[in-house]
């Protein structure tokens, strides 16, 4: 079995190295700031319209990107055989589909890994999420052929289904190692193998895991040499460095906020671009299991924590910032019996109080954003690759960009599978905005990506033509 995972290993190093040239050209392309958003996670069970609504419409008009988080099972028999997803699944996309806003960008997550992250995910039928593992799925290793297939068909479903400009395929992998080590490399080889799996198919997509960051930089009780081993050995197979940071589950608790400096401490673990891929900090004050642990967050130490995240935008290269939870659930805890548990240290993270009263925070995450957009329409201070509009479109579209600088720009447009399509500009540009219309009379209708390059810096839009 050793020699036969050496094998493995060579074999798929050599297909991302030599096979799959265009994977990595994600490690040039450069966000010029990062997208804010949030996932549409509700705060309460009852009056579901109303709630639904409430999310949607906030999402829509306090960020820019929406993040579809799915880490409670995958239909396991059905993805195997590529089969009608339940009934269920197939709604609940629909609905997120139908409700996320069409200017914003879309980041979906997924996982093989269960909730506990000791093994692998449960199953996910009618009856909801985290149901009981069927036979065989209860007995299977990560890296067993069925694991595979089943896993690589849910990518793809889902992929296909909600078109993403970013994807995880795995959620805190690093518990993993942290919990169940043992699971480890078996994890390792179905993800290597799933990655270079769909970049074959997807070779624009960014595709990645997420870490928690607190847990890989020392700040809790994990073994920091090993979970550091474990980024080593998942990174390679990870267009971005995703990150989940929690504070409250790591030695700040809700006492002392991490500084710009702790937070950039940990973003330089990988000098891959930067996906924070969930985050919050509390903004009430709480106690958990009968007042053994106690949190002090308040609202001005939740805006002091993102205003540090943000300002650390400024730095590194973050592509883009998900704030988990958009509005307090405490009636949603209140449905459910106001259990006294650690899924508590959420309820208070919100952008919006349990009465959908706005925090002080929102004020300067919707400032950066209408500051962002400003700077789009005013002189270029960087290289931007706009979207283009209208988007779909049929059969023409334009293509908008702008330098800062005199430069030579390159802008071609390339179809999903990577192929050079046409050559849109050539030539060296002085400091503007530009405009280029793009027709695609003679293509078939499908998914296209502009790609521009001026100096150093490359960026990427995806495009849809619908005839």
Known sequence: MMITRKIYSFAIHFIYFCVLPLGSLFSQVRAAVPFLGFTPFPYALSQSDSVQKFTYDRIALDGNIIAHHFDDGIPWNEAFADSLFPSSIVSDWNTRIA????????????????????????????????????????????????????????CKRIIDTFHPEYIAIGIEVNLLKKET?????????????????????????????????????????????????????????????????????????????????????????????????????????FTVYNNSLIYNGT??????????????????????????????????????????????????????????EPREVLQLW???????????????????????????????????????????????????????VETMVDEVKEAGNYSVQFNGKTLSSGMYFARLQSGDKVQLRKMMLVK
């Open 366 to 420: 919707k400032k950066y954003i209408l500051n962002v957009e400003q700077e789009r329409n005013n002189v270029p201070q960087r290289v931007t690759l706009h979207q283009n509009y209208p988007n779909p479109f049929n059969p023409s579209t334009v293509i908008s960009y702008q330098v800062p600088e005199n430069s030579y720009v390159l802008l071609k447009v390339y179809d999903a599978i990577g192929k050079e």
């Open 181 to 285: 080590p043992a699971l480890w490399a078996s994890y390792v080889e179905l993800h290597s193998y799933i990655y270079v799996e769909l970049k074959k198919k997807y070779p624009m997509l960014p595709i990645f895991v997420s870490c928690t960051g607190f847990d890989l930089a020392g700040f809790t009780s994990a073994n920091q040499s090993e979970q550091v081993k474990a980024l080593h050995d998942i990174i390679p197979w990870s267009d971005y460095f995703g990150l989940s940071l929690h504070p409250q589950l790591s030695v700040f608790m809700a006492e002392v906020v991490p500084s710009q400096q702790i937070l950039d401490s940990i973003c330089l673990l990988s000098q891959k671009p930067i996906a924070i891929c969930e985050t919050s900090y509390p903004a009430e004050y």
């Open 99 to 154: 409700h996320t806003p069409v200017q914003h960008k879309v980041y979906v997550a997924i996982t093989p890994i269960n909730i506990l992250r000791n093994g692998l995910a449960l199953n996910k039928n009618n009856n909801g999420g985290d149901q009981p593992l069927p036979p065989p799925w209860d007995t299977l290793p990560f890296h067993a052929p069925q694991v595979k297939k089943a896993f690589l068909n849910y």
């Open 299 to 356: 609202a001005q130490k939740q805006h002091q924590y993102i205003s540090n995240l943000i300002s650390l935008s400024q730095q590194r290269e973050i592509i883009f910032i998900i704030n988990f939870i958009l509005r307090d659930y405490d009636q949603l805890w209140s449905e459910i019996g106001s259990p006294d548990d650690i899924n508590k240290i959420w309820k208070d993270t919100g952008f919006y109080t349990e009465n959908g």
